[in-house]
């Protein structure tokens, strides 16, 4: 639908001065007209942004036997992204502003799925998954993508089920997606980009309950989420503040053509951006009830993530990204009559993360040929080289947490 966009900066703050507060009713006058997006630049305009998913799916599905089932699916999808007044026709190859027009990504796909049952208390199934996108609306839009799922179920006897699961979704784009703009000369492309980002996730899980009195469930997981694409930064080293550097083959790697795009102060290096953010998790529960009138739980959840990724701020850390967070548990439930039940709970909260952390190498110049150095060899704050007491820090902290309650029925 439309919107209304408006925009006014003041030239002047001096009758503001002093007097910053939600209440001030001084003069508001129009500024310098500002190029930005859309062309709202001062001036009311109106806008419009608006999607569209249609997908169709064509399914054969055959069973070779009575244990397993196989299936075939085709898939096509449109996805239609439009944007600005008109917003149904094609984005003109010579941009304007504001832009209007129309993205179209089409989407063609091709699912394989199977599931066998290996005797009356085993299921397995699985399915593959292979996709192609035509266009991209970002650079980090997925182009390919492959997923890949297998799940299992085994129940030994009526009073324990066993499971696991594994799923792998890959995604890839290393496709320039302003071709036309690149040929034409009115944009350049520093490439390939070369994105790739994948989510494995991996879990075993059992529950046992031989008999009304006794409980036990636990599961373990894995999962590891990346994603990297290659870039251009700019690095904003001094003498007294170090900027991250990347290193390929031994010095540093500048992107081209960077002092033809309007500035010779500031480097842009070349690297590859990217987060890794391996986790394990688990939990475990112990449920006894000696009686109909007395129910206890014991347990016990970890979180812990080993990760890394490039940093584009000498002073950044990987805050959360190293860290365990665990949260032991008791909780204790008495019927002392048909109406009345007391109850107590214990909860521990415990949080830390790792040790210094940041970028690895560093530069205090912005030159071409930049000496490149590990960042905790400078005396300069970085994230690896100030002191445990600083901005950058570990995080740490704990909680005990004791509940008592009482439930009545009226």
Known sequence: MPIASTLATPNDTKNSTGNMTINYSGP???????????????FLTYNFFGQMFLTNNLTASWEPSPRTTLSLTYRYGTHDITQGVPHNVPIPAALADPVNGLVTINENAGILGAAYRVTNNWNVNGSVEIGY?????????????KQYKIRSAYKPRPWATITA?????ERHNNTSNNLDAVAAGEAEYYGPINHIDYTRIATVGAMLAPNEKFGLDFSYGYTDVYT???????????????GAAALFNGKATVCPGVFARGTNTLVDFFARDYVNAPTQ???????????????TNLGYRVSAVNGDRFFNDARDVAGSLVSTYQSPFANVSWKVSPKMTWKGEYNYYG???GGPSGAQYCSTTVSATATVAPCASFAQPTGRSIASSGLTAPRNFHANNVTLGVHYEF
């Open 228 to 242: 990297a694409t290659n870039i251009c930064y700019t690095t904003g080293a001094s003498s007294t503040l170090p």
């Open 28 to 42: 508001l006058t129009s500024g310098h007209a500002q190029a930005l997006p859309h062309g709202i630049n001062g």
């Open 351 to 353: 949080y830390g993360e």
């Open 281 to 295: 998790y688990g939990t475990v529960a112990v449920n006894v009830s000696p009686n109909r009138k007395v129910q």
């Open 165 to 169: 699961a594994f799923n792998d979704r």
């Open 133 to 145: 996108f035509d266009n991209a609306f970002t650079s980090v839009g997925a182009r390919q993508f």
